[in-house]
């Protein structure tokens, strides 16, 4: 074979590659509870096996119109999902709980019931998807408890909400991973602990109808949660 015959073949094989390897750029609305624990490790992973690809991040913690916000997908617990969405789990169950610090807990008599919250400061969440101001959902063996709360503070982000309780303003229901470790070795105290019940963890959504391209469906499959152990999420 001729040498510019050698050469013409090689750039076809290596465009063929090129096309047949998903690229482009992938829109996402993000909640902001699963950016760092959840999304950002998968995405991590992902862009640096697949150069290609682009991706973009939106956090909002509202339940965001895809399609009319022109955007390929989005990730938020799997109890908020309209049921038109395919969704695809991408970490485990999730459970909120109750947190303050040492200080702000000194001399009090802690909650034991949910309802006890009404005599203590918290930290109020403001969260579009839920109506405004949120309610914390409590449940134990099948009796649930939705309380509104009030305190000094109302936020948009759970990092504020979380700060707030560190300076010892009140109460704060923030996402277990969160606090977790400065509950096990005592900077935080969990109160309510019995009527904190998990549920469905994050999912990544997108329209049933909607055309998946390439480059999306190895975020879906780069992403989605295979079970503890499982090393997909590292």
Do not use: K
């Amino acid at each position: 074979m001729a040498p510019h015959f050698a050469a013409i073949d090689a750039a076809v094989d290596a465009l063929g590659e090129s096309l047949a390897r998903p690229s482009g750029l992938v829109r996402l609305t993000v909640d902001e509870g699963c950016v760092d624990t959840v999304v950002w490790p998968g995405l991590r992973r992902i862009l640096r096996a697949w150069p290609e690809i682009q991706v973009e991040v939106l956090v909002d913690n509202g339940l965001v119109d895809i399609v009319a916000a022109g955007l390929d997908a989005g990730v938020r617990s799997g109890d908020i999902l309209a049921r038109d969405m395919v969704a695809v789990p991408i970490g485990p169950d999730l459970r909120m709980v109750v947190v303050a610090t040492p200080a702000f807990c000194g001399g009090r008599e802690l909650p034991r019931h949910p309802r006890d919250l009404a005599a203590h400061p918290c930290i109020n969440f403001r969260l579009p998807t839920r109506g405004g101001i949120y309610a914390w959902e409590f449940s134990r063996g099948g009796d649930a408890q939705r309380m509104r709360v009030e305190g000094p503070v109302t936020v948009n982000t759970l990092a504020l909400a979380e700060q707030a309780m560190r300076d010892d303003l009140g109460f704060a229901f923030l996402p277990e991973s969160v606090v977790a470790a400065d509950i096990a070795t005592g900077r935080l105290v969990q109160v309510l602990d019995e009527w904190c019940e998990p549920y469905p963890g994050y999912h990544l959504y997108y329209p049933s109808r909607a055309h998946v391209s390439p480059a999306l469906r190895v975020v879906i499959d780069g992403l989605r949660w295979r079970g503890e152990g499982s090393g997909d999420q590292a």
